[in-house]
């Protein structure tokens, strides 16, 4: 059975950080790409940020140069670490996995986590 859980959301305020992590079982981890996603209360969810198997990175313009994804194959765990944050970074937080980079970013992964909760005060 294949899970994703994410974990690391919680409340901060304006230019702090947080570090979230998306455990994953039940499949072979270093085959698959992974992204993390946002979505804000009555917003589209919004793609974050993806690296594929090879470790290739890619951010959307809103985080890029304050968000990083990484990944520890050993631990089969995706990771996300928040700099700066911002009121704006307010959202539930997903990861997703597929075998294809187009269809993680594209928001059409087969695999989803069940979310983690971040809040930004200004």
């Known amino acids: 059975q294949v899970q994703l859980v994410e974990s690391g959301g919680g409340s901060v305020q304006s230019g702090g950080s947080l570090r979230l992590s998306c455990a994953v079982s039940?499949?072979?981890?270093?085959?698959?790409?992974m992204g993390w996603f946002r979505q804000a209360p009555e917003k589209e969810r919004e793609w974050v940020a993806a690296i594929d198997r090879y470790g290739r990175t890619s951010y959307a313009d809103s985080v890029k140069g304050r968000f990083t994804i990484s990944q520890d194959n050993a631990k089969n765990t995706l990771y996300l670490q928040m700099n700066s944050l911002k009121p704006e970074d307010t959202a539930m937080y997903y990861c997703?996995?597929?075998?294809?980079?187009?269809?993680?970013?594209?928001?059409?992964?087969?695999?989803w986590g069940q979310g983690t909760q971040v809040t930004v005060s200004s």
């Open positions: 039940g499949y072979d981890y270093s085959s698959y790409c």
């Open positions: 997703a996995a597929d075998y294809s980079i187009l269809r993680v970013v594209n928001g059409r992964g087969k695999y």
